[in-house]
């Protein structure tokens, strides 16, 4: 424990920044050209341009929207309609991520 610490202290001196809130999965995209847009769109504003207060829950939210529609697209029932799904979510997003200085 104390050797973590450690190593946390000296990222914060050397000006490391904090280790990403959305997940590594989630900015590897799901396979769905519109659901991997909306992905990197969003990554792209929670990590720099929405507040550390925000960017948890906003973090949370992606990553869980991710892992659902990996499900999705793994289904051959379910894939031919998440397109459309991620287009829609993407510009439902839009409002929210703009209040951040986010472009759609």
């Not at 341009?49 to 939210?61: F, G, M, Q, T, W």
Request: glycine residues 6%; charged residues 25%.
């Amino acid at each position: 424990m104390k050797a973590v610490c450690l190593i946390c202290l000296i990222g914060l001196i050397a000006g490391c920044k904090s280790s990403p809130v959305v997940e590594e999965e989630a900015v590897l995209g799901v396979g769905v050209a519109a659901c991997d847009a909306y992905i990197a769109k969003y990554s792209a504003c929670l990590e720099e341009k929405v507040p550390a207060s925000d960017r948890s829950r906003l973090a949370a939210r992606l990553n869980h929207q991710t892992q659902t529609w990996k499900r999705l697209a793994a289904d051959p029932a379910t894939r031919p309609g998440l397109s459309e799904t991620c287009q829609f979510a993407l510009d439902k997003s839009k409002p929210a991520l703009k209040k951040f200085g986010c472009d759609s």
